[in-house]
C-alpha cells in the first residue's frame, strides 16, 4: 500500500468527525449477488440504453470504473463488478481458481437477465475472460481485452527474442503516464485493503493457458505499447550498458505482444487489435477517449 493511503484514511475520519456525509459522484446504483450459494458481489449500475456491457478487474473494485462508465450510457447499459475477495464483496478463503472467478461473473449475467453483453477485462481480469469465451461463447456478445490478452504461461524461452540481463536496466524514475483514480476506488483502497492471501490467489489462479481456438465470440484487444522516448523518460540510461539493455528490452517487448497477437489472432481470426502508445496498465484512465471511440466502434460490428 502506498505512503498516501495513511493521509487518505485520516482525511476520511476527520470528515466522519466533521458531520459531513460522503457520497459517490459517480451516477450508479450499488446492489449485491448472490453467486456460488452465499457469496455477495457488488454490482454498480449506471443504466443506460443499449446493450449491456460489464466492467471486469483485476486488483481493483468495480468502482475504478466509475469516470469512464458515464460516459457510455448513450449506447450501453452499464455495469461494473467487484469480484471476490474485492472491496466491498465477499472475502472467502476459497473460490480463486480459474473455474469458480469466471463462473462467478456468469452467474451474475444470469441473475439480472443480461442478454449477449460485452464483457471489458483489464489486466489480470482478462482471465476471466478467457474462460467465459472458451466456455460460454454462445451467451456473450463481444469480449474487449484492455491490457489483458496475453499467454500468462509462457516463459521467455517461448518468445522470439534474446536474453538479456534486468539487472543492467536503469533505475525507474517513476516518469511513466500518471493516472488519477475515481474518489470512490480511492476510498475503497484505504477503507478496504486487499488481504495478501487472498491477492497470491487471485496471481496464482491467473496462470492458465487462454483457449482462443474456442472462441466463438468476437473480439477487440488493446494492448499499451512503450515509445522509446517514453522509456528514455522512465529509465534514463547513465552509461553505454543501460542503454543497450534499454534497446534489448524494447525488443522483448515487441517480441511479447508479436506472441501475444499473433496467437490470438490464429485463434480468433476477425479479432481487432489496438495498440496505445504509452499508456498507463489502467488504460480506461489514462486514455480514456480511445477506449470509447473503440469500444463504440467494436460495438457496431456486432450482430444483434
Known amino acids: 500500500m502506498n505512503a498516501t493511503v495513511p493521509l487518505l484514511v485520516g482525511m476520511y475520519l476527520l470528515a466522519g468527525q466533521s458531520g459531513v456525509v460522503w457520497r459517490d459522484p459517480s451516477p450508479h446504483q450499488v ?25 471486469v478487474g483485476c486488483y481493483l473494485t468495480a468502482h475504478a470504473y466509475d469516470d469512464i462508465a458515464p460516459k457510455l450510457t448513450e449506447q450501453f447499459h452499464v455495469y461494473a463488478i467487484t469480484r471476490r475477495g474485492v472491496g466491498a464483496s465477499d472475502r472467502p478463503s476459497s ?41 460460454y461463447s454462445d451467451r456473450l456478445g463481444g469480449l474487449v481485452y484492455l491490457d489483458a490478452a496475453e499467454d500468462p504461461t509462457l516463459k521467455m524461452s517461448d518468445y522470439d527474442a534474446p536474453h538479456f540481463d534486468r539487472a543492467r536496466l536503469p533505475p525507474f524514475v517513476g516518469k511513466r503516464v500518471p493516472v488519477v483514480f475515481p474518489q470512490a476506488e480511492r476510498r475503497e483502497m484505504a477503507e478496504r485493503p486487499m488481504h495478501p492471501a487472498i491477492r497470491k490467489a487471485i496471481v496464482e489462479s491467473n496462470n492458465i493457458k487462454p483457449e482462443y481456438a474456442r472462441f466463438r465470440v468476437p473480439v477487440l484487444a488493446i494492448y499499451r505499447r512503450a515509445t522509446l522516448e517514453q522509456t528514455l523518460k522512465d529509465y534514463p540510461p547513465r552509461n553505454e550498458q543501460e542503454r543497450a539493455a534499454l534497446d534489448q528490452a524494447g525488443v522483448v517487448e515487441r517480441a511479447m505482444l508479436k506472441k501475444w497477437q499473433g496467437d490470438l489472432l490464429a485463434g480468433v481470426p476477425g479479432t481487432r487489435i489496438v495498440e496505445l502508445q504509452d499508456a498507463n496498465l489502467y488504460m480506461f ?19 444483434r
Open 95 to 135: 473460490g480463486y481458481d480459474p473455474q469458480r472467478r469466471a463462473t462467478d461473473i456468469l452467474e451474475v449475467i444470469q441473475s439480472l437477465g443480461m442478454q449477449k453483453p460485452i464483457l471489458v477485462g483489464n489486466s489480470c481480469g482478462g482471465g476471466i475472460l478467457h474462460t467465459l469465451g472458451a466456455q
Open 285 to 303: 484512465l489514462s486514455n480514456e477517449a480511445d477506449i470509447i471511440r473503440e469500444v463504440r466502434a467494436f460495438e457496431a460490428t456486432l450482430q
Open 31 to 55: 446492489s449485491f449477488v448472490t453467486v456460488d450459494t452465499a457469496v455477495r458481489l457488488e454490482v454498480l449500475d449506471w443504466r443506460g440504453t443499449g446493450r449491456p456491457i460489464v466492467f
